[in-house]
Nanobody, 121 residues
Framework: QVQLVESGGGLVQAGGSLRLSCAAS????????MGWYRQAPGKQRELVAA???????NYADSVKGRFTISRDNAKNTVYLQMNSLKPEDTAVYYC???????????????WGQGTQVTVSS
């Protein structure tokens, strides 16, 4: 079974930093894009940052210059370094991946279970 497991969320004061990790495990042939989304209470889920396997990164305007996405392809892991956190960054953060399972003909899109990030003012 293929799954995404996130870690690294928590409570931090405004101006602080957190680093999220998301590891893909199971029978994976290849991973294309990996990224992070977030959903605040009463709001729609939104893209935070995305990174194709060998391409350019993409960030939401609200996090540019503060957040950095990176990948370790050997570990099937994606990271989100979050600096200068603001109360409006408070949300559940979800990992997302487009990947091909071993033996599959078509790619799958998977979500992690989510990790809570709370930024206090």
């Amino acid at each position: 079974q293929v799954q995404l497991v996130e870690s690294g969320g928590g409570l931090v004061q405004a101006g602080g930093s957190l680093r999220l990790s998301c590891a893909a495990s199971g029978s994976i042939f290849s991973i294309n894009a990996m990224g992070w989304y977030r959903q605040a209470p009463g709001k729609q889920r939104e893209l935070v940052a995305a990174m194709p396997k060998g391409g350019n990164t993409n960030y939401a305007d609200s996090v540019k210059g503060r957040f950095t996405i990176s990948r370790d392809n050997a570990k099937n892991t994606v990271y989100l370094q979050m600096n200068s956190l603001k109360p409006e960054d408070t949300a559940v953060y979800y990992c997302n991946a487009d990947l091909i399972r071993v033996g599959a003909r078509y790619p799958s899109n998977l979500w992690g279970q989510g990790t809570q990030v709370t930024v206090s003012s």
